[in-house]
Each structure stands twice: as structure tokens, then as C-alpha cells.
T-cell receptor
């Protein structure tokens, strides 16, 4: 059965800390992995990763995919209280329109 | 513009009511999705439309009835719901599979409460 597992489930840090969120996947016929940030409502898109070893960056956020070891990490440097959210990763299964979501990591950044 | 809009934002309905949720996107995406999300859980796929045709129905009860009137609009008709159907209902859209980008964009959701 296809599955995506995220760790840790929750995390509390202080402003300025650096955090690393993990996403491992076991899916047949994997094509891409997506990261989302979800605050009160809809997930907002962060990154799509398709190639191993190529880091994607957006400001203080960065992410990388390892297709050999079947995982991805999301790094957030110099965290701010506005980074408090649930971070979801999802594996896209080609040809199926299905996205397998992990259970998310709940990040809380304290001032 | 990467916006998916949903109406209403909140909906409270009784178990005998009939209501509809609406979703719209103008990104030219030809795949549209309905997800249900309970508190502290990831989104759970309900339906997928591809080129206005229903591609996936994840064994959703018939009290939920999707409709895709055109390539920009997606509706979810609700009838005789149960209190356990209370959740955040998310609409999303993406390019059809087979194109280079798999990015799926979500609308803000409709928070549904069934009394």
C-alpha cells in the first residue's frame, strides 16, 4: 500500500531556530513530491520536487529530495512565529490523479 | 494567478437540507478535486474530474454528488448529510497528469457543520 510518513508529528521551537522536517514515502511509480504549508485553512503550495539532489529554495525555506533513500526534507532557517503551521508533504502518483498525503508536522514557533 | 476560490466560506445545515458548495479556478487547469479534511488529519480525496469527466470517486456516499459544469467550475451537492460529515471541504485544481507540473493548488475551503 502506498504511504507517506512525516516526522516529527509536532515540534516546538523558539524564534531564530532552524528546523528540519522529514517526509519518507513508499509509493509505486512515484513521480514527484510536494510540500504544503497549512495554517487555518487551505494548504498553500511550497515546493514540487522531482529530481534527486537538487535543492529548491524560497527565502528561508529549502527542500531536497532523495529518490534512492525515498525521502525529502524541508528546512526552515531563522524561524519566525509566522512559520507556525502544519507542514504537509504529498507524493504524486502519475496517471492516477492521486496525491498521497502524510499526516503532517505541526510546527509551533514561540516568540 | 494561482487562485482557486470557494463559496461559501462557512455553511451550517440540518440533516434534511440540500445545499451546494462551489469552486472556481481560472488557471486553465483541466483537473479539479474535492477533498474532505477533518481536524488534525490530512486531506482525504473524494472526487477527481479530468476534462470535465469524473475520473475518481473514492467510494464516497451518494449524499455527496459532484458536478463539473465546465472546465472552470466544480460543485459539490449535499443532501441528507450526517453530523459526522462536518469537516473542511477543500477544492483543488492542477494540470492534467502527463504535463510537466504536478502542482495542485487548493482553495480556501468551506467549513461545513451538520446539525
Amino acid at each position: 500500500e502506498d504511504k507517506v510518513v512525516q516526522s516529527p508529528l509536532s515540534l516546538v521551537v523558539h524564534e531564530g531556530d532552524t528546523v528540519t522536517l522529514n517526509c519518507s514515502y513508499e509509493v509505486t511509480n512515484f513521480r514527484s513530491l510536494l510540500w504544503y504549508k497549512q495554517e487555518k485553512k487551505a494548504p498553500t503550495f511550497l515546493f514540487m520536487l522531482t529530481s534527486s539532489g537538487i535543492e529548491k529554495k524560497s527565502g528561508r525555506l529549502s527542500s531536497i529530495l532523495d529518490k534512492k533513500e525515498l525521502f525529502s526534507i524541508l528546512n526552515i532557517t531563522a524561524t519566525q512565529t509566522g512559520d507556525s503551521a502544519v507542514y504537509l508533504c504529498a507524493a504524486c502518483l502519475p496517471g492516477t490523479y492521486k496525491y498521497i498525503f502524510g499526516t503532517g508536522t505541526r510546527l509551533k514557533v514561540l516568540a | 494567478d494561482t487562485e482557486v476560490t470557494q463559496t461559501p466560506k462557512h455553511l451550517v445545515m440540518g440533516m434534511t437540507n440540500k445545499k451546494s458548495l462551489k469552486c472556481e479556478q481560472h488557471m486553465g487547469h483541466r483537473a479539479m478535486y474535492w477533498y474532505k479534511q477533518k481536524a488534525k488529519k490530512p486531506p482525504e480525496l473524494m472526487f477527481v474530474y479530468s476534462y470535465e469527466k469524473l475520473s475518481i470517486n473514492e467510494s464516497v456516499p451518494s449524499r455527496f454528488s459532484p458536478e463539473c459544469p465546465n472546465s472552470s467550475l466544480l460543485n459539490l451537492h449535499l443532501h441528507a448529510l450526517q453530523p459526522e460529515d462536518s469537516a473542511l471541504y477543500l477544492c483543488a485544481s492542477s494540470q492534467p497528469q502527463g504535463l510537466p507540473t504536478d502542482t495542485q493548488y487548493f482553495g480556501p475551503g468551506t467549513r461545513l457543520t451538520v446539525l
